[in-house]
């Protein structure tokens, strides 16, 4: 009959050994139990094999080649895929779909593979045998995935990337122990539900549409290999997740923490690592306190607001982070893990922000708040509110013991607009009501690409000492100006414990990352401060910096170190640093200045642009006689309080005997006033 045939129902035939064949443009019908042990199921390149409904394809330590077309979607029809003992089955993909699929064996090592995209239109039974999927293929299901105790459906995140999909209309349950990269939850109607036993994710949990129960069976994995995430949810996911944290060796220090799930306190933290200072920790008595919450409302500086907490059953918040002391030894730490159980944070998260009008802007408006989502996300997404607050973003860097600082594609000290699951952050309020709103699209996987502004020329300048470095950046760009720019600048944060520091100061602003306009017909003198502890400065530059010229004056012997090459080392004499001993001098190539490069030409354009002022031996030295000559010198304290005025002969005043060491305001004639340090004896 039209060269069909048909196995009819009712009907079982097993084939054993050699193979089954049939010729090039024939179709072969299932209606009934066709059984392959140790066979072969061939057919021409234009072959096709159609399961009907009821018929059963038992593929018994066999294989199916050279099939052109397997038809196995009609409902009620089974595919069975069985090997005992050790070796591999291939999972042959169809023309539309498994209506139902099975897979058996009697051992872990009766592995069956999938090497192409595989949709199961109803249910995926797997039975005493380990499934693998190899290479980044989809595994579809409408139906159930049910798992027996005996077996593991492995879909190994050190070497496979499977990506399993539950998109039925109705209710779905995935029942088993599953260790999975990915699952996605795409679905028109109905909840998908984990049952039985735990549901591993390793790569990323995707809710596109539908509803995800996770009914406590879910973990979001983190380890040295990588983190779990969430990805944008457009559907519904319910009941309790656990979220691993996994923190590699390193040091033993303060972190910035949060928690991506909601209802979370303290005391989930408790059986991570040692707590102490407030009631319920390990150590309530203790006198050092290992875990502070932040409000922005403490007058004083960004560091003046961490608060002890009321007891270890205190909450963490949705939305704002803690200072989290944390390790296994004080001396360094060895990898630990950090996890938290409760509903997944999702949706629209609004930071609640303030800012408060206690002392200056620079030291007000502090924030310290969370990632709040089970993902990475992404700082420079378009996709936040961000009203009245700086573009910068600061994170705790442990190893380094000093602040990370991004702003505009620019990062020192490890910055970076992607922001880790459970990692709080800095961010700066700038006036009354500020807000701050994070949404779902503002997530990015770990290793997505984001722009940098590549295009503009960047300086970095690091410092380093015994114990530690840190750096900071000088961006040109005609977008800038001379003063601090919210969208381009980042503040320096200074750390009290920091052996080394380093940072640039333009006007009344200290930077981690300054953005000033491009030299054309002038150059610029920028303030370079650090600690007394420098052990060397090396710079790199990018290859935007090429037009440009740029040197270190040293005020007190008036020695000028031009910046040559695209990276390299100065040699300086730290003593004095912190007092603005030092300056950055750049200027443009084409800026009509004559031989703007020249030690000559860069001395005699920083003294006449560049106003510095250090204090040696009771006395306040200023870089150039010329500049200051016939001005009235005023030092104000930090009340705005006059302490002294004087008219230089020279370069330098001296200090009245009633000065006491501490910082003070420098004011010259009509120019802008400085910070200025008194280590008066």
Known sequence: DNKKRTIYAGSAITRS????????????????????????????VTGVFRNLPGSVLNVARGVLTNVSVLIASDPTNLVVYTR????????????DGYYDLSIEGNSLASEKRISSDITVLNDLKINGSTLIASDSFTLSVGGDIALSSSAVAAFDVFTNKANVVLNGGGPQVLNGRFQLDDLRIQKGGGTASLTGDTTFIHGTLDVASGSLSANGNMVLVSNDVGDARVGPVGGTIIGDVLVQRYIDAGETGWRFLCAPVSGATLADWNDDFITSGFPGSDFPSFSFTSIKGYQESVAGHQDSGFVEPQGIDDPIPTNSAFWVYSGDHISGTNPFMIDVSGPLITGDVDFSITYSNNTSLTADGWNLVSNPYASTINWESPNWTKDFVDDAVYVWNTDLGIYASFIAGLGVNGGSPLIASSQGFYVHANDLNPALIIRESCKSSANANFLRRGEDPVLRLTVQSVQSSMETALRFT????Q???????????????SPSSIHTELGNSEYAINSIPTPSSDTIGIALRGTEKWLGLSFTKNQGMNPFCLAIYDAQSGEVQVLEGESGRVQLDSAGASNGRYSLIAASTSSGIQTPCSLSGIAASSQKHSLTAFVKDNRIYFNSSETVKGETIVVYDLLGKSAF??????????????????????QVGSTKAQKILIPYE
């Open 17 to 44: 050994n050699g193979s089954l064949r049939c010729p090039n443009n024939d179709t072969l019908f299932n209606a009934g139990i066709l059984t392959l042990t140790n066979s072969s199921l061939i057919a021409g």
């Open 84 to 95: 005992t003992g050790n070796g591999n089955q291939e999972i042959k993909s169809t023309f």
């Open 478 to 481: 005609d977008q800038a100006t």
């Open 483 to 497: 003063d601090f720019d919210e969208d381009l600048d980042a503040y320096f944060l200074p750390v009290k414990e």
């Open 645 to 666: 005025k004087e008219q230089p002969l020279g370069d330098y005043i001296s200090l009245p005997g009633h000065i006491s060491s501490g910082i003070y305001i420098l």
